[in-house]
C-alpha cells in the first residue's frame, strides 16, 4: 500500500511558476514509476509528465519545455516544476505511482492549480 500526499498548488499568474511536491510512503518508493496528471473541468485526466525508477522521464508536447519532473528517493518524494504557465494549464493535478508489471496503482488525493490574471 502506498499513500501519496500532494502540495504546492495555488493560484498564479501567466507566465509564472509553481512546484508541485508529492511524498509517498507505505511501501519501496524508488522502484515506482511516478508520473503526475491533471484534469480540468470537463475534461478527462492526462499524464503531465512521468519519471521512471532510474529517472528516464517523459512528457507530452503540451508542457514540454516548460515542466520538469524530479524524484529524490532519499526523501520518497517527486516535484513537479512547472514554469511559464498559461491559463491553459488550469486543474487539479494529480500525483501517481504505479509498480510495473503489476496491477498496484496509486493516487494522490490532487491539488488546485489556477493560472489566471
Known amino acids: 500500500q502506498v499513500q501519496l500526499v500532494e502540495s504546492g498548488g495555488g493560484l498564479v499568474q501567466p507566465g509564472g511558476s509553481l512546484r508541485l511536491s508529492c511524498t509517498a510512503s507505505?511501501?519501496?518508493?524508488?522502484?515506482?514509476?511516478m508520473g503526475w496528471y491533471r484534469q480540468a473541468p470537463g475534461k478527462q485526466r492526462e499524464l503531465v509528465a512521468r519519471?521512471?525508477?532510474?529517472?528516464?522521464?517523459n512528457y507530452p508536447d503540451a508542457v514540454k519545455g516548460r515542466f520538469t519532473i524530479s524524484r529524490d528517493n532519499a526523501k520518497n518524494t517527486v516535484y513537479l516544476q512547472m514554469n511559464s504557465l498559461k491559463p491553459e494549464d488550469t486543474a487539479v493535478y494529480y500525483c501517481?505511482?504505479?509498480?510495473?508489471?503489476?496491477?498496484?496503482?496509486?493516487w494522490g488525493q490532487g491539488t488546485q492549480v489556477t493560472v489566471s490574471s
Open positions: 507505505g511501501s519501496i518508493f524508488s522502484i515506482y514509476l
Open positions: 501517481n505511482a504505479a509498480r510495473p508489471n503489476t496491477p498496484l496503482d496509486y
Open positions: 519519471i521512471s525508477s532510474s529517472g528516464i522521464t
